[in-house]
T-cell receptor
Framework: QKEVEQNSGPLSVPEGAIASLNCTYS??????FFWYRQYSGKSPELIMS????GDKEDGRFTAQLNKASQYVSLLIRDSQPSDSATYLC????????????FGQGTTLQVKP | ETGVTQSPTHLIKTRGQQVTLRCSSQ?????VSWYQQALGQGPQFIFQ???????GRGNFPPRFSGLQFPNYSSELNVNALELDDSALYLC??????????????FGPGTRLLVL
């Protein structure tokens, strides 16, 4: 079992729709969760961080965390073609080493 | 832009050679982490430096080494390069060192090709 799992996609949605990206993790002691966006050939860019169960909203983005189910998701409302990228879920584990554990990423395609 | 810089942007080496990659952290940040990202994969943690001391290491052989300078910039050294070392090397800086809620910001990366 991978430590952080994501569906590699591609996930294809029409412009204006809601894109839903999902991630599960195996370390029940994990305390910090992050979503990064990575355009092709570029480095990861932080979108959201979430630490507590529930929803956290920032503009068109909403992160959702359920520690009991070991599940974190990212919703993108009113998806735009510029949102087309790979979305990486990252988990800061229960150790204090500063290690972020990444999933392999989900490729999102927003079609005009 | 995160304020994290890396050099060089691209590098081509041959098997067996050694390489040094450099990273300057964002102003105010005292922690640097290094990651290796192979094509189509998520970044893999190599190690982290907090106030010039190594703070954790991923599953990488000893030929991957690093250091952090008093100004918090950092170097990643890879000896005896192998073809599988071809990847995007990412540096991330943060300001919370050992804090669980540490947020890491990535530089543009160095793309290494080993022939």
């Amino acid at each position: 079992q991978k430590e952080v799992e994501q569906n590699s996609g591609p996930l294809s949605v029409p412009e204006g729709a809601i894109a839903s990206l999902n991630c599960t993790y195996s370390d029940r002691g994990s305390q910090s969760f992050f979503w990064y966006r990575q355009y092709s050939g570029k480095s990861p860019e932080l979108i959201m961080s979430i630490y507590s169960n529930g929803d956290k909203e920032d503009g068109r983005f909403t992160a959702q965390l359920n520690k009991a189910s070991q599940y974190v998701s990212l919703l993108i409302r009113d998806s735009q073609p510029s949102d087309s990228a790979t979305y990486l879920c990252a988990v800061h584990g229960s150790s204090n080493t500063g290690k972020l554990i990444f999933g392999q990423g989900t490729t999102l395609q927003v079609k005009p | 832009e995160t304020g994290v810089t890396q050099s060089p942007t691209h590098l081509i080496k041959t098997r067996g050679q050694q390489v040094t990659l450099r990273c300057s952290s964002q102003s105010g940040h005292n922690t640097v982490s290094w990651y290796q990202q192979a094509l189509g994969q998520g970044p893999q943690f190599i190690f982290q430096y907090y106030r010039e001391e190594e703070n954790g290491r991923g599953n990488f052989p000893p030929r991957f080494s690093g250091l952090q300078f008093p100004n918090y910039s950092s170097e990643l050294n890879v000896n005896a390069l192998e073809l599988d070392d071809s990847a995007l090397y990412l540096c991330a800086s943060s300001s919370q060192g050992l804090a669980v809620q540490e947020t890491q910001y990535f530089g543009p990366g160095t793309r290494l090709l080993v022939l």
